[in-house]
């Protein structure tokens, strides 16, 4: 398992930021999460690639988070894009673990959370599924994370 987009773990917050100014992506937003430094970046050219968020500890790359999605999707939509994500995942490194799988109400909201997990050299590998809807309204995360071990 390699660290998405030809990163190295440890790499400085500068070399990313330098990295992605050269593809033309745009840092949306910087953030500090648990102790972190968060880039929230938009704009990097991938099919269905809504954003991707680099932390940095230390000023070292030790998590990508990447979210996948289209806006014109619902969630069967989401759902189908997220079995096959976890197929290509399994044929790759075997099969994931389910982290979890919950369906349940807060009010008026249907929240469904499905996470799998891989492990391979030094990166775990997460993917989940987030979604929260009320009547029409929706909101859909279908997100890989590939974080340092």
Same mark, same amino acid.
């Given at each position: %398992?390699? *660290?998405?987009? =030809?990163?190295? $773990?440890?790499? !400085?917050? #500068?070399? &990313?930021?330098?990295? /992605?100014? @050269?593809?033309?992506?745009?840092?949306?937003?910087?953030?500090? &999460?648990?102790?972190?430094?968060?880039? &929230?970046?938009?704009?990097?050219?991938?099919?269905?690639?809504?954003?991707?968020?680099?932390?940095?500890? =230390?000023? %070292?790359?030790?998590?990508?988070?990447?979210?996948?999605?289209?806006?014109? $999707?619902?969630?069967?939509?989401?759902?189908?894009?997220?079995?096959? *994500?976890?197929?290509? &995942?399994? !044929?790759?490194? #075997?099969?994931?673990?389910?982290?979890?799988?919950?369906?349940?109400?807060? @009010?008026?909201?249907?929240?469904?959370?499905?996470?799998?997990? $891989? %492990?391979?050299?030094?990166?775990?590998?997460?993917?989940?599924?987030?979604? +929260?809807?009320?009547? !029409?309204? +929706?909101?859909?995360? /279908? !997100?890989?994370?590939?974080?340092? +071990?």
């Amino acid at each position: %398992m390699r *660290v998405p987009f =030809n990163f190295q $773990w440890g790499e !400085s917050a #500068g070399r &990313v930021e330098q990295s /992605l100014t @050269g593809i033309k992506a745009k840092i949306a937003e910087r953030k500090v &999460v648990d102790g972190r430094t968060v880039f &929230v970046v938009e704009g990097i050219p991938q099919k269905q690639l809504q954003r991707a968020l680099f932390y940095f500890r =230390n000023d %070292m790359l030790n998590e990508i988070e990447l979210h996948f999605g289209d806006g014109t $999707w619902d969630t069967p939509k989401y759902e189908l894009f997220f079995d096959e *994500v976890r197929r290509n &995942v399994d !044929s790759k490194y #075997g099969i994931g673990r389910l982290l979890t799988r919950t369906r349940g109400r807060e @009010g008026e909201i249907l929240q469904t959370l499905v996470g799998y997990q $891989w %492990m391979q050299g030094g990166i775990a590998l997460r993917l989940y599924l987030f979604t +929260a809807e009320r009547d !029409s309204n +929706a909101k859909r995360i /279908l !997100s890989l994370h590939y974080k340092e +071990a």
